[in-house]
């Protein structure tokens, strides 16, 4: 089980063009690291952006036309902004729910990382 203590997170929405990312509205991929190197991933969506999908598949026609709708690695989180994002995974951690809900990856490859040379 990671250490409550260590870890780092990046959240694919921090990358965004400024402007494109609305925390009351959105999902992002977020991976925690931990201090012994090991990944995790899971997928954040705020529960108003559960409807603006359902109300865009209606309208595409996927997922059944809005039928259902599914994300791996799914959290469901109020807003998705980088405090409460923090706060969910260090709360996941302390109540031993962490590697229950995000799915562990494999190492980096070194040679993809720049600060490795």
Do not use: C, H
């Given at each position: 089980m990671p250490q409550p203590r260590g870890h780092t997170l990046?959240?694919?929405a921090e990358e965004w063009a400024p402007g494109e990312w609305t925390p009351v509205?959105?999902?992002?991929?977020?991976?925690?690291?931990?201090?012994?190197?090991?990944?995790w991933v899971a997928t954040f969506l705020s529960?108003?952006?559960?409807?603006?999908?359902t109300e865009k598949n209606r309208r595409t026609g996927e997922c059944l036309a809005g039928a259902y709708f599914w994300a791996s690695d799914m959290i469901l989180i109020d807003e998705v902004s980088?405090?409460?994002i923090e706060e969910v995974v260090q709360h996941l951690i302390q109540e031993g729910e962490f590697?229950?809900?995000?799915t562990y990856l494999p190492p980096a490859d070194p040679s993809d990382n720049d600060e490795a040379n």
């Open positions: 990046w959240i694919e509205d959105d999902n992002t991929d977020v991976i925690v690291t931990f201090a012994d190197a090991s990944r529960y108003a952006n559960i409807q603006t999908l980088r405090p409460r590697e229950a809900i995000f």
